[in-house]
């Protein structure tokens, strides 16, 4: 049986139906009428009225809960345009993270669009959750520095919800390993690593030791620089002179383990360190023990952060910090309009630059007395 415009009563039932959810009158979440509803609403059998519904779950508009009834599916919420735009970060209020979220902010702004803000303290778990938590909301996009990035991510299926939702999203300062063709901005912490190594080398060091994290994809690949360095120069790697640390234990490790290695004998003359916060405590163990920076053992940081600034005036490696996160909301914004990678003006690599400070001695000079 057909209406006199030619449709189906059932294909203009679910015409509406789906009109209405698009507009926005039915709400993402939100019970819809149940079939005897809507059958006396419109005058049509319950059997038209299943017809009607069956096209809409098919289409992801609509989904059925048994004994409970059909609801408008969360995906509806993210139809339509918010102007919010998620921000994940590991931290939000000390190191570089301030001056990152600065960045992202400015680009969104002047773009019409609004943040909301959320952490991780660089736990997988609470990564899942904040996920979990903004699924539902009325996002147009999401920017996520992923937390311990270079172990597996565990929870792939929320990241599968992004793009069953068609939310775009950006990764920013380290990507999981099992997600590298995913959008991401990096720094080359890699080429970062090789410099700051190099320096030291170039410097007159011979007896380096590592600091890295090894839970994260900077510290690996920090890591990797750090080895080329020294094989570049004809050093055999040793990875008893290698610390590694995780993100629970990093406000401890890195010194202690520094402190015990220099009690038991080894000579160490530099340092490099996974970053300025890093090298400032390293610092702190070895004055501890009497031993002096530069004179006796000379520190390098990484991120160029204020604490790189102060009176030692680290050696490190420059981190465009407002400018990273801009980038990675200008990358957002052409996923957003679909910008075809081919057309794309953002680099995904940003080059390191070393910063010379005064937490490096000469020993070239030393050598030439």
Same mark, same amino acid.
């Given at each position: 049986?057909?209406?006199?415009?030619?449709?189906?009563?059932?294909?203009?039932?679910?015409?509406?139906?789906?009109?209405? *959810?698009?507009?926005? /009158?039915?709400?993402?979440?939100?019970?819809?009428?149940?079939?005897?509803? %809507?059958?006396?609403? +419109? #005058? $049509?059998?319950?059997?038209?009225?299943?017809?009607?519904?069956?096209?809409?779950?098919?289409?992801?508009?609509?989904?059925?809960?048994?004994?409970?009834?059909?609801?408008?599916?969360?995906?509806?919420?993210?139809?339509?345009?918010?102007?919010?735009?998620?921000?994940?970060?590991?931290?939000?209020?000390?190191?570089?993270?301030?001056?990152?979220?600065?960045?992202?902010?400015?680009?969104?702004?002047?773009?019409?669009?609004?943040?909301?803000?959320?952490?991780?303290?660089?736990?997988?778990?609470?990564?899942?959750?904040?996920?979990?938590?903004?699924?539902?909301?009325?996002?147009?996009?999401?920017? *996520?520095?992923?937390? /311990?990035?270079?172990?597996?991510?565990?929870?792939?299926?929320?990241?599968? %919800?992004?793009?069953? +939702? #068609? $939310?775009?999203?950006?990764?920013?300062?380290?990507?999981?390993?099992?997600?590298?063709?995913?959008?991401?901005?990096?720094?080359?912490?890699?080429?970062?690593?090789?410099?700051?190594?190099?320096?030291?080398?170039?410097?007159?060091?011979?007896?380096?030791?590592?600091?890295?994290?090894?839970?994260?994809?900077?510290?690996?690949?920090?890591?990797?620089?750090?080895?080329?360095?020294?094989?570049?120069?004809?050093?055999?790697?040793?990875?008893?002179?290698?610390?590694?640390?995780?993100?629970?234990?990093?406000?401890?490790?890195?010194?202690?383990?520094?402190?015990?290695?220099?009690?038991?004998?080894?000579?160490?003359?530099?340092?490099?360190?996974?970053?300025?916060?890093?090298?400032?405590?390293?610092?702190?163990?070895?004055?501890?023990?009497?031993?002096?920076?530069?004179?006796?053992?000379?520190?390098?940081?990484?991120?160029?952060?204020?604490?790189?600034?102060?009176?030692?005036?680290?050696?490190?490696?420059?981190?465009?910090?407002?400018?990273?996160?801009?980038?990675?909301?200008?990358?957002?914004?052409?996923?957003?309009?679909?910008?075809?990678?081919?057309?794309?003006?953002?680099?995904?690599?940003?080059?390191?630059?070393?910063?010379?400070?005064?937490?490096?001695?000469?020993?070239?000079?030393?050598?030439?007395?």
């Amino acid at each position: 049986m057909t209406q006199e415009n030619g449709k189906t009563k059932y294909y203009v039932l679910m015409e509406e139906l789906k009109s209405s *959810i698009l507009s926005g /009158k039915v709400k993402a979440g939100e019970k819809l009428p149940s079939e005897n509803e %809507l059958s006396q609403k +419109y #005058h $049509i059998s319950r059997h038209t009225v299943r017809k009607a519904l069956s096209i809409l779950i098919q289409e992801g508009y609509i989904v059925a809960e048994h004994g409970r009834g059909t609801f408008c599916s969360e995906r509806m919420c993210h139809l339509r345009k918010s102007g919010n735009i998620a921000v994940i970060t590991t931290y939000i209020s000390d190191y570089i993270f301030p001056r990152l979220i600065q960045g992202m902010d400015k680009v969104m702004t002047e773009n019409g669009y609004s943040i909301i803000l959320k952490n991780t303290a660089n736990s997988r778990t609470r990564e899942a959750r904040v996920l979990e938590e903004i699924l539902p909301k009325d996002i147009d996009g999401l920017i *996520i520095e992923p937390s /311990k990035s270079q172990i597996l991510c565990r929870h792939m299926n929320l990241y599968g %919800l992004l793009e069953e +939702y #068609h $939310i775009p999203y950006v990764f920013i300062q380290g990507v999981y390993p099992q997600m590298q063709e995913k959008p991401h901005i990096l720094m080359d912490d890699c080429q970062g690593g090789y410099l700051v190594t190099k320096y030291l080398l170039d410097m007159g060091h011979e007896n380096l030791i590592g600091i890295f994290k090894a839970d994260d994809f900077q510290g690996k690949e920090r890591h990797k620089g750090y080895v080329k360095a020294l094989q570049e120069a004809g050093f055999v790697y040793d990875p008893d002179r290698v610390v590694w640390f995780h993100t629970e234990d990093r406000k401890s490790k890195p010194a202690l383990m520094a402190g015990q290695l220099l009690e038991q004998g080894m000579y160490i003359d530099g340092i490099v360190c996974y970053n300025d916060q890093i090298a400032t405590d390293v610092i702190g163990g070895l004055e501890e023990m009497g031993k002096k920076v530069p004179e006796d053992i000379s520190v390098t940081g990484y991120d160029n952060s204020l604490m790189s600034a102060g009176s030692l005036c680290l050696t490190t490696i420059a981190h465009p910090q407002e400018k990273l996160g801009e980038m990675a909301a200008e990358l957002l914004l052409e996923k957003i309009r679909e910008v075809p990678e081919e057309k794309s003006q953002i680099p995904r690599l940003i080059q390191p630059e070393l910063i010379p400070g005064n937490s490096v001695k000469d020993r070239r000079k030393q050598e030439e007395k």
